[in-house]
């Protein structure tokens, strides 16, 4: 925290500073912390780009003078937010599918996942077809019942605009009473709580599981991903703004375990 505050400090007196002269200034006064830290550091305070800090200190200028200019207004409304707002797991599921590929003597297979917006947990499932009636049922028979198993109401989906996530996926979603959201055309990245865990599954776990192991069997798949769930889970390390050191495990199960120690 003594470090955070130092990076704070001298982000906001010299905003114009990026992370590598910051990392230099401190240097220089005795504290060695790498330009990568104090990214990391500047992006999980809202203090990610120079406008971002010039925005701080021009409000805090307003403040002072009593006086909120026109200028201050204007980079007011164009600063940027994130483009998913969750504060509790369940209220945002971010889903999407993937195309893993075709496997001799099993065909070809997708990976349907899902990532809880407000702790990073991971779902996932391996299917023969990408349609909407295996989206649907994943919705079904995965990703509400671990939300409502954990102590959560599973409110709102996100997910692009492909077939998969139409007709029986919709019809799935009214049924359930959750809200379902689409990305805008062009604009993957809306959804990159989910897109990312894809690309993590991908780079972490089958590009390497497929160089070990040779699977006959789609459950085979579905049971080494499962695995790898329970790995990224609960005990892979996380740095992300939402989860700040903790596993998504802690985040997504903390209304059972505030339940149990309230009963003991």
């Avoid at 995965?142 to 029986?168: H, I, M, N, Q, Y």
Wanted: glycine share 8%; proline share 3%; with cysteine.
């Amino acid at each position: 925290m003594l470090k955070e505050r130092q990076i704070l400090a001298l982000a906001l007196a010299c905003p114009t500073w990026g992370p590598q002269r910051i990392s230099d200034q401190l240097r220089l006064e005795g504290v060695t912390i790498s330009a990568s830290t104090i990214w990391r550091a500047l992006h999980r305070l809202g203090l990610g780009t120079r406008m971002d800090r010039l925005l701080v200190l021009e409000m805090h200028s307003a403040k002072s003078a009593g006086l909120l200019t026109e200028r201050t207004r204007r980079n007011l409304s164009r600063r940027k937010v994130r483009h998913v707002q969750a504060e509790h797991p369940g209220e945002l599921v971010c889903i999407d599918t993937f195309y893993i590929g075709k496997l001799k003597g099993v065909g070809k297979l997708w990976q349907i996942t899902a990532c809880d917006a407000a702790s990073s947990y991971a779902m996932a499932k391996i299917v023969a077809a990408n349609n909407a009636t295996e989206a649907a049922s994943f919705l079904c028979s995965v990703v509400e019942p671990e939300v409502a198993k954990a102590g959560w109401r599973l409110c709102r989906v996100l997910t692009d605009g492909g077939s998969e996530f139409k007709g029986a996926f919709d019809d799935a979603c009214a049924e359930m009473g959750v809200r379902h959201t689409r990305t805008k055309p062009r604009h993957a990245w809306t959804n990159g709580f989910v897109e990312r865990l894809q690309g993590t599954i991908l780079h972490e776990y089958w590009r390497v599981v497929f160089r070990r192991r040779y699977f006959r069997h789609r459950h085979q798949l579905q049971t080494s991903l499962e695995s790898f769930l329970e790995f990224y889970n609960f005990q892979r390390p996380h740095r992300g703004y939402r989860t700040k050191g903790r596993v998504p495990a802690e985040i997504f199960w903390g209304a059972v375990r505030e339940q149990r120690h309230e009963e003991a």
